[in-house]
């Protein structure tokens, strides 16, 4: 199995994969560089012997990319900030182009028609969490409710904006 292939084959389908996702450019930039780097990495471990497995390897990296960044994501952008790191910066014409592959532009428009159909108590709660990045504690005293109650309008509300985006994309 050579990575370097697999980058050939693959790299561009990452990216969109990533920037669909995250809707940030830089940052699926960032992700498709770490899971080529774990893949390079972790070369030696790789057992399959068909192309397919090795792309099914590769995919299973960036899955689990994707999920650790959204696990440590939030604290980890905060500390750079306050630090003063920055990662290096893709260009203007580059962040462009990764939308545009992605249809970032599209689904933006998608999420703001979404959570615009959800209740006003959901829409307060995702944009306090997701956008604000405040925690359930937090969000229930700024909204004079139970962490409870926050969790459940958080839940109800990002699974309407699933659905939304499923029916949407024509994957429902």
């Known amino acids: 199995m050579d990575v370097g292939d697999l980058y050939d084959a693959h790299a561009r389908h990452l990216l969109v994969f990533f920037a669909r996702r995250t809707y940030d450019s830089q940052l699926a930039m960032d992700l498709v560089a770490e899971t080529f780097a774990r893949a390079y990495e972790h070369r030696d471990r790789h057992r ?10 590769l995919w299973g990296i960036a899955r689990n990319v994707l999920h650790e960044t959204h696990r440590r994501g939030h604290a980890e952008r905060r500390a750079l900030r306050r630090l003063g790191v920055q990662s290096e910066l893709l260009t203007d014409g580059e962040l462009a182009r990764v939308d545009d592959l992605a249809g970032l532009e599209d689904l933006r428009g998608l999420v ?61």
């Open 112 to 172: 703001a028609g979404a959570l615009r159909e959800l209740s006003s108590e959901q829409r307060e709660v995702v944009e306090l969490r997701v956008v604000g990045e405040l925690d359930y504690s937090q969000i229930a005293r700024r909204l004079g409710i139970s962490e409870q109650t926050a969790r459940a309008r958080l839940s109800r509300g990002l699974r309407a904006l699933g659905a939304a985006l499923d029916a949407a994309e024509g994957t429902a």
């Open 48 to 57: 399959g012997s068909s192309q397919d497995e090795a792309v099914g390897w």
